[in-house]
Nanobody
Framework: VQLQASGRGLVQPGGFLRLSCAASGFTKSVYAIGWFRQALGKEREWVSCFSSSDGSTYFADSVKGRFTISRDNAKNTVYLQMNMLKPEDTAVYYC?????????????????WGQGTQVTVSS
């Protein structure tokens, strides 16, 4: 299984950005895609999760109401739409995959990881 995260960029506060996580080498219909981020000098934190079993989405309180998740089954891709970005959203963002529907917030529980993509929010 390989995950390719993309969509890095520099945006101003209040701006928006869309990250993509494309999965390959994975054919199961039940899975969970998680998004995490790690700011410089800080621990990796959970941001959001998508569960394929029923399309449920979950968000950390820090991004709730600003971030959304969507998927394109034909492209095996999950998108993280980030709106109303704040400087504190600056981090390297990672996507991860679990081979079941469970959305754990702990990074330890995720087996497959993408390479990370930088998001910088600054004026």
């Amino acid at each position: 299984v390989q995950l390719q995260a993309s969509g890095r960029g520099l945006v101003q506060p209040g701006g928006f950005l869309r990250l993509s996580c494309a999965a390959s080498g994975f054919t199961k219909s039940v899975y969970a895609i998680g998004w995490f981020r790690q700011a410089l000098g800080k621990e990796r934190e959970w941001v959001s999760c998508f569960s394929s079993s029923d399309g449920s989405t979950y968000f950390a309180d820090s991004v709730k109401g600003r971030f959304t998740i969507s998927r394109d089954n034909a492209k095996n891709t999950v998108y993280l739409q980030m709106n109303m970005l704040k400087p504190e959203d600056t981090a390297v963002y990672y996507c991860a995959l679990r081979e079941d529907r469970l959305c754990y917030s702990g990074a330890y529980y995720w087996k497959y990881w993408g390479q990370g993509t930088q998001v910088t929010v600054s004026s």
